[in-house]
């Protein structure tokens, strides 16, 4: 029986050796996540020094910012598929597949460019989040200037609540009969 446990014990400290030369050579899959995210990190934590400084409703602006900037990244593609869409009715119909594959060809073009603007503005996106939870987790009420938007679900919910110029978001509500915070 010892003979058997020493044999066994001896084959798992050579594997342990070949995969401790595998991991060094090659690196294992924690590390090389780690390091891929690692420069994503960086930046989230560069940008969230700044996003921490604005007031709520700088919060909202630069959340407007964003979504501007991601809209003008494809403003001429999406152009570009409203006039051939609008002129397919002109076209012969053994003519319209070409401008089918136009419009598809448009369209992964602003795949594309959604996916590069998305990863640019990644840390400032996750810092507005981060930053706002952490708001609604250390205070019972944030304000912000009133906006539409804020008019309209203050209608439906009980969450939030107009004060003249104002909207008022609290930080906990009812749903499906319990307290949520």
């Known amino acids: 029986m010892d003979a ?12 342990m050796g ?10 294992n899959k924690a590390q090389r996540d780690l390091n891929e995210i690692n420069p994503v990190v960086k930046r989230v934590r560069e940008a969230y020094a700044t996003i921490e400084q604005l007031s709520n409703d700088g919060l909202r602006e630069r959340t407007k910012e964003l979504e501007n900037y991601i809209r003008e990244q494809v403003t001429t593609e999406r152009a570009e598929i409203e006039k051939l ?70 209608a439906s919910h009980d969450f939030v609540r107009i004060e003249g110029e104002k909207a008022v978001y609290l930080n906990h509500w009812v749903a499906g009969g319990n307290e949520i915070t």
């Open 85 to 154: 869409k609008a002129g397919m009715e002109e076209i012969d119909l053994d003519e319209r597949e070409s401008v089918w594959n136009q419009i598809d060809k448009l369209e992964k073009d602003i795949t594309e460019k959604y996916e590069k603007a998305l990863n640019e503005i990644l840390p400032d996106a996750f810092s507005i989040m981060k930053e706002t939870a952490r708001r609604f987790t250390q205070n019972k009420e944030i304000v912000v200037t009133a906006t539409d938007f804020d008019r309209d679900l203050a």
């Open 18 to 27: 070949f995969n401790d030369i595998i991991s060094k050579i090659f690196g």
């Open 4 to 15: 058997f446990r020493n044999k066994k014990r001896q084959h798992t400290q050579q594997n």
